[in-house]
């Protein structure tokens, strides 16, 4: 695990100019990345979208985090009422296209962060998907952004030894089989044998969050879709005892 390469690379982006902010869906294994970010500078932007179909354990994991480590949180909401997402024979959008559904309620809030800042961190990891696997550590992301994935060769193990190290908790539905943890209509909990990812969007055609969607049409450019996915298979992240 190379933090050093990690504060380097962010105190060049400065001197440089450019404008940084991070995201985060505040789940355990997102703790390594915040925990190292507020150790840097805490006046980076952390940008949460507020889906409005979070789990509350969530929010409250995000409530502790922003504590304990001193987060500048900047949180994102939709601008398309709900009432608005329903398909004409009555469905919600997250059962019958995840993909527009994501659209709304996740990639439109982060446009506008897209369009005003240099630098989007990322702890996107590579043995999480195959998706992932394919992407480097610095790549072109949309409106012109450069994206950072510090973490990308980091396996989940790494990520548990970092969170016993630093005693960082664990989001509370980790001990209750959610390893993966999304919004709540797209999550479930996995089973003996699944890999970490099979927790989201179970029994539907969709493999990435809609924040990533831009590197899966890279990926099926590049590679052809249909390999299998990233060995991702795995017990919950280390650190601390769940909370409630
Ligand atoms: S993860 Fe599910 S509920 Fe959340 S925006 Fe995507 S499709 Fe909708």
């Known amino acids: 695990m190379k933090i050093d390469s ?3 690379r962010i105190a060049e982006y400065k001197q440089r100019g450019l404008s940084l902010f991070a995201s985060s869906s505040f789940q355990s294994q997102s703790t390594p990345l915040l925990h190292i970010l507020s150790r840097i500078d805490r006046e980076i932007p952390i940008y949460f979208v507020d889906t409005g179909y979070l789990f509350p354990e969530t929010h409250r994991f995000r409530d502790l ?5 001193g987060l500048n949180v900047v949180t994102l909401r939709p601008t398309v009422s709900k009432l608005h997402q329903i398909t004409s024979d009555g469905r919600l959008l997250f059962a019958s296209d995840p993909d527009l559904c994501c659209h ?5 809030p982060m446009e506008a962060a ?3 800042h240099d630098v989007w961190i990322n702890g996107v990891r590579a043995d999480q998907t195959k998706e992932r696997r394919a992407m480097r550590i610095e790549q072109a992301g949309p409106y012109g952004i450069r ?10 193990e790494d990520v548990q030894v970092y969170m016993r190290q630093y005693g960082l908790p664990r989001h509370p539905l980790d001990c209750q089989g959610y390893v993966s943890i999304g919004r709540e209509p797209c999550t479930r909990r996995v089973m003996d044998g699944l890999a970490r990812r099979d927790g989201r969007w179970f029994g539907l055609n969709k493999r990435e969050c809609g924040l990533h969607t831009d590197l899966i049409r890279a990926h099926e450019a590049m590679s052809g879709a249909g390999d299998e996915d990233a060995d991702d ?3 919950s992240p280390g650190g601390q005892a769940c909370g409630s």
């Open 147 to 156: 994206r950072y994935h510090p973490l990308l060769d980091w396996t989940a």
């Open 65 to 69: 985090l922003v504590d304990l480590l």
């Open 114 to 116: 897209l369009a005003r």
């Open 6 to 8: 990690i504060v380097r």
């Open 104 to 108: 709304f309620n996740k990639v439109e």
């Open 233 to 235: 298979h795995g017990s």
